[in-house]
C-alpha cells in the first residue's frame, strides 16, 4: 500500500481514499436513515471498515493467467460465462 487510507470516522465524515471517494451508505439517505445513524454507535462498523481498508492487496497472478487463458479458450467452464452468451447492454 502506497498511500494508507483516512480512518472512518463516521457515517457523514467519510474514510477511504482521497481521490477515490466510497460513501458509508450507498444510497441517498432518507432523514430517517440520517438520524438513525446519528443516534446510533458505529464505533464496531466503522472499526471494522478500517481494520479491512488498512489490509493490502495485489493480484493473485497465477488465478488472472488462469483465468484469463480460460476466457481466451471462449469462457463456459470452471465458473466462467462463455464469450458466445454474453449479452451486450443496449
Known amino acids: 500500500m502506497v498511500v494508507p487510507p483516512r480512518p472512518w470516522t463516521g457515517a457523514a465524515r467519510g474514510g477511504g481514499y482521497?481521490?477515490?471517494?466510497?460513501?458509508?451508505?450507498?444510497?441517498?439517505?432518507?432523514?430517517?436513515?440520517?438520524?438513525?445513524?446519528?443516534?446510533?454507535?458505529l464505533r464496531p462498523v466503522l472499526g471494522g471498515l478500517n481494520a479491512l481498508s488498512a489490509q493490502g492487496w495485489r493480484i493473485?497472478?497465477?488465478?488472472?493467467?488462469?483465468?484469463?487463458?480460460?476466457?481466451?479458450?471462449?469462457g463456459g467452464f470452471a465458473g466462467l460465462v462463455s464469450r458466445d452468451n454474453v449479452e451486450v447492454p443496449a
Open 60 to 74: 493473485n497472478a497465477p488465478v488472472l493467467a488462469t483465468s484469463s487463458a480460460l476466457w481466451e479458450r471462449g
Open 18 to 41: 482521497l481521490l477515490l471517494r466510497a460513501p458509508f451508505i450507498r444510497l441517498r439517505p432518507s432523514r430517517r436513515l440520517r438520524d438513525a445513524l446519528g443516534a446510533a454507535d
